[in-house]
Every structure is written in structure tokens, then in C-alpha cells.
Nanobody, 125 residues
């Protein structure tokens, strides 16, 4: 059983900042791509950002470009999502995921077999 654990969610004002973290088991973290997805009430789960195993390649959803930054610390087995200038429409449950995908394929949720339980992010206007 692979367990990913997100943290850092909460209530933030629009225009503020928030950093999400996701810890993964060391035996998979260093060789897996990591992704962040989100799901708002009544909507499908959407891709937010992904980072390859080395941290050298990242992809972002258009909604996240320029505002969010994904990064990873392989020594700490942790991936981060820095959310700057969040908007009310960013309100959702945010999930991290781990998968053996590469390139643009890592933007697809089907490429990730391992998921965290999610952390709620609420952006107030």
C-alpha cells in the first residue's frame, strides 16, 4: 500500500499565498513523477501541475501558469505546490499523485496509480 499524505490546505484570502505539501514513501518517490490535481464540488478532477522525477521538467494547467509553482525535494520525499495570488475559483480539494509517466502524459489522471486523500483549499474573496 502506497500512502501519499497531503498537508497545508486551509482558508486563504484571494491574492494571498498558500503552500501545499505531499509526502510519499521514499521507495517510490525518487523515481516517480508527481502531480497535483484538484476537484471542485460538482466538477471533475482537473490537472493542476506535474513534475518529473528529477524536478527538471514541469507542466502546468493554463489556470495555474504564472501563479502556481510545483517543486520537489527528493531528500525529503516531498512535493510542493506553491499557490500565489489564488482566486476564489481555485477553491477545491487538492490531491497529489505519483506515477511512472513521462512528458505531457503526466497531465492525465489515468497515468497515476497512487493518490493522497486530498486537502481542502478555500479561497475567500
Amino acid at each position: 500500500q502506497v500512502r501519499l499524505v497531503e498537508s497545508g490546505g486551509g482558508l486563504v484570502q484571494a491574492g494571498g499565498s498558500l503552500r501545499l505539501s505531499c509526502a510519499a514513501p521514499g521507495r517510490i518517490f525518487s523515481s516517480y513523477a508527481m502531480g497535483w490535481f484538484r476537484q471542485a464540488p460538482g466538477k471533475e478532477r482537473d490537472f493542476v501541475a506535474t513534475i518529473n522525477w528529477s524536478g527538471g521538467t514541469t507542466y502546468y494547467a493554463n489556470s495555474a501558469k504564472g501563479r502556481f509553482t510545483i517543486s520537489r525535494d527528493n531528500a525529503k520525499n516531498t512535493v510542493y505546490l506553491q499557490m500565489n495570488s489564488p482566486k476564489p475559483e481555485d477553491t477545491a480539494v487538492y490531491y497529489c499523485a505519483a506515477g511512472r509517466c513521462s512528458g505531457y502524459g503526466c497531465t492525465e489522471s489515468e497515468e497515476y496509480p497512487y493518490w493522497g486523500q486530498g486537502t481542502q483549499v478555500t479561497v475567500s474573496s
